[in-house]
């Protein structure tokens, strides 16, 4: 009874892994398009053992805490497995970029690292040279190369309540959150996902260039495949944004059938294939594209399919989706060969009423659809009284089920995450389909009240981005005076004819207009900035709450 009651605690995510690594042929690819070399899940445990017996001589062990620092596929791999292997958390750090101030940097990830006491920090290329900022803090570093060295070791027991992941949020680097992600959460998560989808591991190929530190790249691409076996070509984000074409010639040469992105990464990527020959690419095995991790543009879903048709690429396979590190990943996915799937609905009635009424009205709001819940979660939505809404009420979502995390760990210790009945406040304004669609309007804290309407700032930056000289994902609208009788907002572009005062003038006036058009009042100041003065997320989201200093530029 005792052994029995014992094995029934072992966590079955790690079981899996070890278990999947000695029986498949499946594996990763790394290096592309120069040096491309493929490992199997039984090769990267073969680094793995290594790099666990050198974490046991450095005296990591079951319950500790292990930042990492890398950039590259083949190190993140075997470095994580070993953490697992060690009992250990995995907490994927900040990546600075050359344009970051490393004094800056190093005090914030000092801060991180102090939140979640880490016994130490793991680096890997391109990062060693920040081995020296961090051990003048007292902090142990040790590096890819060292670990790989080590004696090969069996992994210590873990348990399905032990913590894997250690999510940074997207907030402010200087005041850090991190979401504690269970050994039950990944395993449960994972085939939510594989259910709904349907995934075949003796088919499908899934082509990634995600960052592996934001959870739809570290989840999705790297601990669901590694679980369960599946075949992963990965890259890095900087291999994609010097090419964004090699994300389709990857599809293309490795029949890829499963990938995702964010919208702005969709609508580079139709841009790229217009301007494509028409016999370059095969896309015709692409079966899903998600589109996720920040709002989602219809209008860029539909030039995709367009610019894709002439490559095979079939137009159900782009899926809008929704996720958040709190559930592991997955909230809700389509069903396979769904594809986008809008919903039209009163603009005044959502604005004023909080009621999503279909409509087929010439000004109706086309609003993206992001599939149901997947296996083994709840939602519902709830008012301002936190009673449930009905169909099509538009409120606070609300997610429960075995995949959301216990809770949030802060510069001032835990913070539950889940209410006493297991609810989670997901932060997220929408509501539910007659069919049980989920649809997302914002996020409750960007909300602009004016006249008694609920304004969305997606809405605004949607209708500034059709401006011509916008670059594309980069608009995003400022709450000014929140919470005061006479709410407003101002807008902030990006162009690269920054420098041209005739083309700033155009664009000034052009946002206005387009703004006016779709949601009937006018921002109180227009910026017209260069390329990367908008601040957003390591994911590349936009932050709002970041942004109204672009307004003194």
């Not at 793995?48 to 596929?73: F, H, K, N, S, T």
């Not at 959460?185 to 190929?205: C, E, G, H, P, Q």
């Amino acid at each position: 009874m005792g052994t029995g009651f014992w094995r029934e605690q072992m966590s079955r995510f790690t079981d899996e892994m070890y278990a999947t690594a000695a029986s498949t042929t499946r594996g990763l690819v790394t290096g592309e398009p120069d040096t491309p070399v493929r490992q199997t899940w039984g090769e990267i445990h073969g680094v793995a053992r290594r790099m666990a017996g050198a974490l046991a001589e450095a005296g990591i062990g079951r319950g500790d805490a292990v930042g990492v620092l890398a950039g590259q596929p083949v190190d993140i791999a075997p470095g994580c497995q070993a953490i697992w292997m060690r009992g250990a958390s995995v907490t994927m750090l900040h990546q600075p970029t050359p344009r970051t101030d490393l004094g800056v940097w190093a005090r914030d990830t000092e801060t991180v690292i102090r939140m979640i006491d880490a016994t130490a920090v793991v680096l890997g290329a391109p990062f060693d040279s920040a081995k020296p900022l961090l051990e003048e803090r007292g902090i142990t570093v040790l590096t890819m190369a060292e670990l790989a060295a080590g004696p090969d070791t069996d992994p210590l027991e873990t348990s399905e309540d032990d913590i894997a992941l250690q999510q940074l949020t997207s907030g402010s680097t200087g005041s850090p959150k991190a979401v504690r992600i269970t050994h039950e959460n990944f395993f449960t998560n994972a085939y939510a996902m594989i259910d709904r989808i349907k995934y075949s591991l003796d088919d499908d190929v899934m082509v990634s260039w995600l960052p592996l530190f934001h959870d739809m790249g570290m989840v999705g691409f790297l601990s669901v495949p590694m679980q369960v076996g599946a075949e992963v070509v990965s890259i890095t984000p900087m291999d994609f944004l010097r090419s964004p074409l090699l994300w389709a010639e990857l599809m293309d040469k490795y029949r890829g059938t499963v990938t995702a992105a964010p919208n702005f990464a969709y609508s580079l990527l139709a841009r790229r294939l217009r301007q494509a020959d028409d016999a370059s690419l095969d896309l015709s095995s692409v079966r899903y594209m998600w589109n996720g991790a920040e709002p989602v543009d219809p209008d860029t879903m539909d030039a995709l399919a367009e610019a894709g048709a002439r490559f095979g690429l079939d137009p159900s396979a782009l899926a809008p989706v929704y996720g958040m590190a709190e559930t592991t990943l997955a909230v809700s996915i389509p069903e396979p060969n769904r594809g986008q799937v809008l919903d039209a609905v009163d603009p005044d009635f959502l604005e004023a009423m909080s009621r999503a009424v279909p409509s087929t009205k010439p000004n109706a709001r086309r609003l993206a659809t992001l599939g149901t819940l997947v296996p083994g979660l709840e939602g519902r939505v709830v008012g301002d009284d936190g009673a449930d809404l009905p169909v099509r009420g538009v409120g606070v979502i609300q997610v429960r089920g075995k995949a959301v995390t216990p809770g949030y760990l802060t510069t001032d210790g835990l913070r539950p995450a889940q209410d006493p009945d297991g609810w989670l406040d997901t932060g997220d304004i929408g509501y539910f389909t007659e069919e049980g669609l989920v649809v997302v309007c914002g996020r409750v804290k960007d909300v602009i009240i004016m006249g008694g309407r609920n304004i969305y700032p997606t809405d605004i930056e949607r209708a500034a981005a059709t401006v011509g000289g916008v670059r594309p994902g980069n608009a995003v609208a400022i709450r000014l005076d929140a919470g005061n009788k006479r709410e407003s907002f101002a807008i902030a572009v990006e162009t690269n004819d920054f420098q041209n005062p005739d083309e700033v003038k155009r664009i000034e006036h052009d946002v206005v207009h387009a703004v006016f058009s779709e949601v009937g009042v006018r921002p109180r100041a227009v910026a017209v900035l260069g390329p990367g003065s908008i601040p957003k997320t390591s994911s590349g989201k936009l932050r709002r709450a970041n942004s109204a200093a672009l307004l003194s530029r």
